[in-house]
Each structure stands twice: as C-alpha cells, then as structure tokens.
C-alpha cells in the first residue's frame, strides 16, 4: 500500500516537479530578473514591488538586475541568449517585445521567436507631467500652444527610442500637430530626475515614475494616455477626453523567458508570478504605483505581444520615425 500510495503522490505532483529522483527540483538556485532600464523606473518600481513575495513563493532569493540601454533591448538581448534554465528571466516592456524590430534592422534578437511568453505583468497608461517652474501650463491645451508658439517646440523625455511614452508622445504630435522634440533617456529614472532638475520641461512618464511626484505637488500631470483614467490619479483627464477622440497609448510590462526553456519551469515561473501579482499586499503596492495588475497565461501573453507588435508597427510607419540601420 504504500508503494501505490508513493506512486500516487509523484503522479499528483506539479508539472514543474521532475519525476526522476536524480533531477532537482527547479528552482534550485536564485532566479535573476533582468529590468533593461535604470532604477527607479516604472519597470524596476514593479519588478522591485514584486520581488518579495515571489522569493516567498519560488522558495529562493529573487535578485534584480538592471541593465540599461537601447530602450530595454540591451537586457532582452541577454536574456535571449541566457541559458534556457529559468534562472534568468525578463521583466520587458512594450518597446523590447513589440517596438523594437520596427526601429532597428539590426536587431540581434527576435521577440517572436527568441524569447518565451511567461505571462502579462501590468498595464496602464502613460502620464505627461511637466515641471511647472519650467513650462508654465496647466492644461493640456497650454501644452499645445506653448509647442506652437516657442522656436524649436518643446521638449520631452521618454525612458528611450521605441518605449511606451515615445510612441505616446509621437502618436500625440501626430494627433495633436504639436511641435514636439523627443529626448530619450536610458529609463524613465534618469528622465525624471532630469524633469525635477529643471533640465527638461515635460515627459511621457510610466504611471509608476510620474504619480509619486505628482502627488508630492513637485510636478503637474497635464493628461493620461490610456483609454480610461489612471486609478492613481483619477483627477487627472485623458487624452481623448481633452478633444483628442480616439487618441490611445497603453504601456505594459511582461515576462519572459529565453525561447528554449523547458514548458514545466515556464509553468513554475507562470504559476507563482501570477499568485504574486495577486497577492493583496503586492496587487495594492503596484496599484498605488499607478500600475494595475494583469497576470495572464503564457497563450494570453503571445497573442497580446503579436497584436502590439503589429499594432505598433503601423503606428510607427505612419508616423514617419526612421529605422535604424
């Protein structure tokens, strides 16, 4: 009876547990995210607010690792060529996933093909915020006629070539037929810092960057770029409500993992990152950041990256922005 009762517990076992008693369980080891941007950013905000409890669930220490650059594809290029053993993973933005093959010829990776879905993380729009002692407006029509009125436009910041707020703030030009000058940044960190210095009159910033400083009255959000208010800063109109009908820029994060990675530790890695975005005190953490938890299946996550990819593709050739080559 208890040779059949053993048999049983083994055929019961989670997916991601090997069946032979040779193998060791995964993880074993720390398990690394790679964020491509620098702290303090909206995609280190939530990588760090999830860390915690995901070292709980996975049983071994999380450890983040930024690597800057190239609008998040210098960290998706290492991990694409990571070894598929799910110690290191990605936590990616719009731009590395679904921007990036439309603005460099010379990609050394393939979204598509070289990395693994894993599952969504979080959604929501961007916000442009302004210094007010800098540029003095206080509505989103001020914005306008100040671009309009001034040699050269105005400025603004992204966290890089190809991010979520570059494609925000282009698609706003476009709409809007505002002079516009983009500055990327190597994340949306290092842009804000810039912002609060004095150094950059506005930026297209994440949620999570932009509502702290907001909140803290250092800063004026002049509009929100998703289809409906940010929870965060509810006060705060969006863009299509400020006479841009239709105009929508949604900025998400996700993870990922190397192409080759076995589906058990895929589902491992799915199956705990999702009960952490769920968790209460996590799934409130990234709230009050301005971000809204959307954990998915790795199937979701595949089908969402495909629609971006080819959402944004369009947007970005209809808007002129060169490839680089």
């Not at 083994?10 to 995210?33: E, K, L």
């Not at 998706?76 to 993973?89: E, L």
């Not at 770029?225 to 969006?238: E, F, H, I």
């Not at 959307?294 to 944004?312: G, Q, R, V």
Request: charged share 15%; aromatic share 6%; glycine share 10%.
């Amino acid at each position: 009876m208890r040779i059949i009762a053993l048999a049983a517990a083994f055929s019961c076992a989670a997916p991601w547990v090997s069946g032979n008693a040779s193998a060791q369980a995964y993880p074993a080891r720390p398990v690394t995210i790679i964020v491509g941007f620098a702290p303090g950013g909206g995609t280190d905000t939530v990588a760090r607010a999830m860390q915690r409890k995901l070292s709980e669930l996975l049983g071994q220490p999380v450890v983040i690792d930024n690597r800057a650059g190239a609008g998040g594809t210098i960290a998706a290029d290492i991990v694409a060529k990571a070894q598929p053993d799910g110690y290191t993973i990605l936590l990616a933005t719009i731009a590395a996933l679904a921007v990036a093959p439309h603005l460099n010829s010379r990609l050394p990776y393939s979204p598509l093909r070289d990395l693994a879905p894993v599952s969504m993380a979080t959604e929501s729009g961007n916000v442009l915020v302004v210094n007010p002692s800098v540029l003095p407006a206080k509505t989103l029509a001020d914005y306008v006629k100040l671009a309009n009125s001034r040699p050269g436009g105005v400025a603004y910041g992204t966290s890089g070539v190809g991010s979520a707020g570059h494609l925000a703030g282009e698609l706003f030009r476009l709409t809007a037929h505002a002079s516009l000058v983009h500055v990327p940044y190597k994340g949306g960190g290092p842009a804000m810092s810039d912002l609060l210095g004095g150094q950059i009159p506005s930026v297209f910033a994440s949620a999570a960057t932009a509502t702290p400083q907001v909140q803290q009255g250092r800063l004026v959000a002049l509009g929100t770029t998703g289809s409906k208010r940010s929870a965060a800063l509810p006060n705060v109109p969006t863009i299509a409500e400020q006479g841009y009908p239709g105009y929508q820029a949604t900025n998400w994060y996700a993870y990922v993992a190397p192409a080759r990675v076995p589906k058990n530790i895929i589902a491992r890695l799915n199956h705990d990152i999702v009960a952490t975005l769920k968790d209460p005190a996590t799934h409130a953490a990234i709230l009050k950041q301005g971000e809204e938890p959307t954990p998915s299946t790795p199937e979701e996550l595949a089908k969402h990256i495909k629609s971006e990819y080819d959402t944004w593709g369009k947007v970005i050739r209809d808007a002129g922005i060169p490839k680089e080559q």
